[in-house]
């Protein structure tokens, strides 16, 4: 009899441990989304991107095609390049590519893009959401925060919301970071992935827009290190957890 009740712990035992296994192994990964006006505009957060990528499921929102963006070329056609370029570095982050619709260099923040926006996010859910600094020289930048931003508001789930910077020609503005990340021991694969945008790389111009940018960030730092990304949170928006994400990828 105690041999019976002995192998019977043991097999609830044993099937408890494989169930808890298997629930590690299904548990889904919380979303982070990554609004980007533009299919490139992700270079802002690319270093944060490849920290979080094995602890986090990835998104972007692309709120244009980049139509306006490689000369010589139309409409379709640039955002058929355009589009096939931010795919392959999306897939190297294993993230999902979210297309609003919006056309580069006359994008707008419509009642039908935040909609659009919205329903992503009451889908995914995200832990948190990036967005494009609000006082921005780039108006689609500006209108990419503002749709993005409505349509955070609209949720009511209230993610971790951080602003990014793409400051290294100048766009973003009144720019004060709260958080800095040391990219240092990413910065190749940032370099590698940024030249995935071909289009938009001639003469290795994201590159060389973001290295002294990043150099500057990572000088910033308390303790300062070589590469670093920066970046600024809404003061007085609610933060729920006790951890923010950039802990979370230490
Ligand atoms: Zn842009």
């Avoid at 192994?25 to 270093?47: F, M, Q, R, W, Y």
């Avoid at 955002?79 to 590519?97: F, N, T």
């Avoid at 993005?148 to 720019?175: D, L, Q």
Wanted: glycine share 8%; proline share 4%; with cysteine.
């Amino acid at each position: 009899m105690k041999k019976i009740i002995a192998v019977g712990l043991w097999v609830v035992c044993f099937a408890g441990v494989l169930h808890s296994e298997n629930f590690t192994e299904t548990k889904a990964k919380e979303n982070i989304v990554i609004c980007s006006a533009h299919p490139d505009d992700l270079e802002g957060c690319l270093g944060f991107a490849i920290k979080a990528k094995n602890r986090f499921k990835l998104h972007v929102i692309d709120f244009t095609g980049g139509e306006r963006g490689v000369k010589g070329k139309t409409h379709e056609e640039a955002r058929a390049i355009r589009q096939a370029e931010e795919e392959s570095v999306a897939k190297e982050l294993g993230a999902d590519v979210h297309w609003v619709g919006q056309i580069d260099g006359g994008a707008f923040a419509t009642p039908e893009a935040v909609t659009k926006v919205y329903e992503i996010l009451k889908k995914l859910k995200p832990r948190a959401v990036f967005l494009h600094a609000p006082v921005d020289l780039h108006v689609d930048h500006v209108m990419c925060y503002a749709a993005c931003w409505a349509a955070i508001m609209k949720t009511k789930a209230y993610p971790e919301v951080y602003f990014y910077e793409e400051g290294g020609i100048g766009e973003t503005h009144n720019f004060h970071p709260h958080h800095y990340v040391d990219i240092t021991d990413v910065w190749d694969e940032k370099v590698r992935l940024m030249r995935k945008w071909k289009s938009q790389n001639k003469n290795d111009f994201l590159v060389r827009f973001k290295e002294p940018e990043s150099l500057f960030r990572g000088a910033q730092m308390v303790r300062p290190v070589k590469y670093g990304e920066a970046y600024e949170s809404l003061i007085g928006y609610p933060a729920k957890k006790k951890l923010n994400v950039f802990q979370e990828i230490e």
